[in-house]
């Protein structure tokens, strides 16, 4: 699965890419939830992971203001979220 990278709206190359997104995984996992911190390391105002198509996508802003960690967005701006398994009506657990 290809990761990609939008700075400002412009794809990274693939390996540059996946170098960014193994920065921003090792950074994650020893700073929870601190996407400023990984930003401002990086040299840019915010970092959003999202969701294009089901691929997962970091976007990088040189400008945008940094928003809380939540759940990566698709690019329509639901959360992705897991089907819940459906229920049986009138059953009882």
Request: aromatic share 6%; hydrophobic share 35%.
């Amino acid at each position: 699965m290809p990761l990609r990278v939008l700075i400002d709206g412009t794809s990274l190359p693939v390996p540059e890419a996946r170098s960014l997104w193994q920065r921003f995984g090792a950074w994650m996992n020893e700073h929870k939830g601190d996407l400023a911190g990984f930003a401002q390391t990086e040299g840019f105002a915010s970092v959003h992971p999202e969701l294009h198509g089901g691929e997962p996508v970091l976007v990088v802003s040189r400008s945008a203001p940094q928003k809380p960690y939540a759940s990566a967005t698709t690019k329509r701006g639901r959360p992705a979220t897991r089907q819940a398994s459906p229920t049986r009506p009138g059953r009882r657990r």
